[in-house]
């Protein structure tokens, strides 16, 4: 977010040769301003869901306008912002509902006809109040950051980036695509971003788009006439669509109007209406790829990945394994009342050579069988001396765990097995008689 942006000063006036004599008085003094002829257009630029923008930092407008006045206009900015200054400019007549505008939360107001400098000098005023607002609230967020604790963990340069890049975007109101594979925490950065927006005292909306029926899907999104949809629930909120790579084609298409126009043409002869959404979608599959082979409508795509946000596969930053198995036993051992398991060198070892396709939520299940005792390469510290073991009794209980591990992930599978193992299939048949490992169980568990 640019400081600039954030400064912008509007002024609303249905005087032309009024508001052009101001905005060059206001360029003299180094100050910018975009003008409006009436409330209504300044509104709808206010309130503009198509690409939703910082607000201005000053609000100026005439009391006296025809239709929408100064006065609804206060209001509508309060509703939105009530911490965005609004100084009115007044009439002779006009100072009892000025006053009263002030009661309400109108910055200041000015009465006509007013020396330009004491205007100025307001707006000024008003923009280093707008100023420390924004500064104040950017500190609140970072303190609440840090006591509610940020919830990804992880120290490694990928997580670091990754950090770095939502804080940046959560502030700038960007539509989002987050990639990665399951289990990466897709969900909890969709979350945060939430969380660090400014729309965070507004619903974060999740739609599963995999979990959708395909019967209800669409009255689900887009509502009856009788029950609002998910996208009108989010309406100035923030709308997730997860695992959007399963939307169906016939709702790509009807999503369509909402990513690029923020128009919703709802069921049941409801009138298409506006709705202001921040729109987060997130996805395992490679959607370019999902595009190239005609699953995927490449239209909403480019609507989608305004700013792509990838989540790094946990192999690819190994440094955080330790402080993530870490931080899930000690939350598994309080959670299921038992003591904290002993790290030892069969579970680091497993730790280090395993890939984690199931990433992070793959290592959280680890701990929990970790600290019930359902895994053999990690053990109790009421069954100590795995530590003190020989080397080669270490190396035993690491492969038993290893072969076990790998038949329960295959379903009992020997030959898929042996593929991941990188074993001839004999090789690994006589080592799973030396531990005494019969597959036939694991076979029956997935059935
Ligand atoms: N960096 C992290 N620090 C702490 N916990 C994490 C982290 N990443 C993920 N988790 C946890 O791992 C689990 C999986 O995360 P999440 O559900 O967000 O993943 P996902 O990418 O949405 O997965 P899927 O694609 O399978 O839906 C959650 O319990 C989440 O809290
Ligand atoms: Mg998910």
């Not at 503009?48 to 206060?74: I, K, Y």
């Not at 790579?245 to 690029?260: C, E, G, K």
Request: one cysteine or more; a negative charge.
């Amino acid at each position: 977010m640019t400081t600039d942006a954030a400064m912008r000063i509007l002024l609303v006036d249905d005087d032309l040769p009024f508001r052009t004599a101001l905005a060059d008085s206001f360029s003299i003094a180094g100050l910018e301003i975009e003008s409006f002829g009436d409330g209504q257009s300044a509104l709808e630029s206010l309130f503009s869901g198509q690409s939703p923008h910082e607000l201005p930092a000053v609000v100026v407008t005439d009391l006296r306008m025809p239709r929408f006045d100064g006065h609804a206009l206060l209001s509508a900015v309060l509703a939105r912002d009530p911490e965005l200054p609004v100084i009115l400019m007044t009439g002779h007549g006009d100072i009892a509902m000025a006053v009263a505008a002030l009661k309400q939360g109108a910055f200041d107001f000015i009465a006509k006809p007013f020396p330009t400098d004491h205007l100025i000098a307001s707006v000024r005023r008003a923009m280093e109040t707008r100023r420390l607002v924004l500064e104040n609230r950017r500190l609140r967020q970072a303190v609440a950051e840090v006591s509610e604790g940020f919830p990804l963990v992880g120290e490694s340069p990928a997580m670091l980036r990754l950090r770095d890049t939502m804080r940046q975007l959560a502030r700038v109101e960007v539509d989002v695509l987050i990639e990665g594979e399951t289990g990466t925490g897709k969900a909890l950065v969709a979350r945060q971003l939430h969380r660090w927006s400014m729309r965070s005292n507004r619903p974060l909306v999740t739609v599963d788009c995999a979990a959708l029926p395909e019967q209800i899907a669409d009255e689900v999104l887009f509502g009856t006439r009788i029950h609002r949809g998910q996208i009108a629930e989010a309406d100035r909120g923030t709308l997730f669509l997860d695992e959007i790579d399963s939307l169906a084609p016939a709702l790509q298409a009807r999503l369509l109007s909402v990513v690029q126009d923020r128009v919703l043409h709802g069921n049941g002869g409801v009138s298409p209406r506006e709705v202001d959404l921040r729109i987060i979608a997130a996805t395992k599959a490679d959607l370019r790829a999902e595009v190239a082979a005609g699953r995927f409508r490449a239209d909403l795509l480019y609507r989608l990945e305004t700013v792509r946000l990838r989540i790094p596969p946990l192999r690819e930053r190994r440094e955080d394994l330790g402080v993530l198995l870490s931080i899930f036993l000690d939350e598994a051992a309080s959670f299921h009342d038992r003591p904290r398991p002993v790290l030892n060198a069969p579970v680091l070892d497993w730790l280090l050579r395993h890939d984690w396709p199931g990433n992070v939520r793959e290592l959280q299940n680890y701990a929990v069988q970790l600290t019930l005792g359902l895994r053999q390469d990690g053990r109790m510290p009421a069954e100590a001396g795995t530590i003190d073991m020989a080397l080669s009794a270490q190396m035993d209980r690491f492969e038993e765990g290893l072969l076990r591990d790998t038949l329960a992930r295959l379903g009992g599978d020997v030959s898929a097995a042996a593929v991941a193992l990188n074993l001839p299939r004999r090789s690994l048949y006589a080592r799973l008689s030396r531990h005494g490992i019969n597959p036939a169980p694991y076979r029956k568990q997935n059935a």
